[in-house]
């Protein structure tokens, strides 16, 4: 982004700062928030998102971060992949932390957080590929943002207007926010297509999204039952990404064979890789 541009930016934010408060009054904090989300600085999501982690790591109990080199190198070279060309806001940051519960987090600043049981349960690379291209769909449209100006409502105007996005009380609303986070039927439906999309682009199987969300809506047991409440699935949705993948793309594949078994081992003791039938892209 240019300088000009830059400065541009920052002077729209700052008028929808001071009127913001205003506006509410007439129109809504729901209405807003789609307003306001995309006007947010990157600089200013990256430094929410920075102190959001915090509390979101507080909220699931301190898990610890997945950090096996091999599998951290993996991990990033699947990011890599995914974002080349999508045109993501902000610098993406994507960790995996051990936790028994099949989640992933997106937060403010292109940050989102893949809970480890998310990997246990996908069978192939392709279908947590698609989780987190899922996710990456929620970062492209700045949903975490919007969530959070309409879940914290003034708190989060009134922020505006004095300049402090990290004051306390934002950041507790964020952290619930996110944690119960309840996206918009239409919200999953975009950050789903764009899943599809985005796995495609890359050369993996798009239509794996359908059949991990399948699978775990079948366990439907209380650990994963926390992953549907945030990401509501039906027979509807898994049609919808597969006709969008097209019937070509089971055969396709996101990362080798040992990518996918160094990415299985990002967290040590978790459930090896089972080895696939199908073959490398």
């Not at 974002?83 to 995996?96: E, I, K, N, Q, Y």
């Amino acid at each position: 982004e240019s300088e000009e541009g830059g400065t541009l930016r920052l002077v729209l934010w700052s008028i929808a700062a001071g009127v913001s408060v205003i506006l509410v009054a007439l129109f809504g904090v729901p209405l807003l928030a789609g307003v306001l989300a995309p006007m947010v600085p990157d600089a200013v999501e990256e430094r929410l998102g920075a102190a959001v982690e915090g509390q979101i790591v507080d909220i699931l109990g301190k898990p610890p971060l997945c950090t096996e080199a091999a599998g951290k190198a993996a991990l990033d070279r699947l990011v890599a992949k995914l974002v080349a060309g999508r045109g993501l806001p902000g610098s993406v940051s994507v960790t995996v932390r051990r936790h028994k519960m099949a989640n992933a987090l997106t937060l403010p600043g292109a940050r989102v957080i893949m809970l480890s049981d998310v990997l246990v349960k996908s069978e192939t690379p392709d279908e947590f590929a698609a989780i987190l291209a899922h996710e990456l769909g929620h970062v492209a449209t700045r949903d975490p943002t919007r969530s959070l100006i309409q879940s914290s409502g003034t708190a989060f105007l009134l922020s505006l207007v004095f300049g402090d996005l990290t004051g306390s009380t934002i950041i507790v609303a964020a952290g619930q926010a996110i944690v119960s986070a309840g996206y918009s039927r239409d919200a999953e439906r975009r950050a789903d297509a764009y899943a599809v999309d985005t796995l495609n682009a890359a050369g993996g199987n798009g239509a794996a999204l359908a059949s991990i969300l399948e699978r775990i809506a079948k366990d439907g047991d209380s650990e994963t039952g926390a992953f549907l409440r945030s990401h509501p699935f039906t027979r509807e949705r898994a049609a919808s990404i597969r006709e969008r993948a097209g019937p070509e793309a089971a055969g396709r594949r996101i990362i080798a064979e040992a990518d996918w078994v160094a990415l299985k081992g990002i967290c040590p003791g978790l459930p090896a890789a089972k080895p696939s039938e199908s073959k490398p892209s």
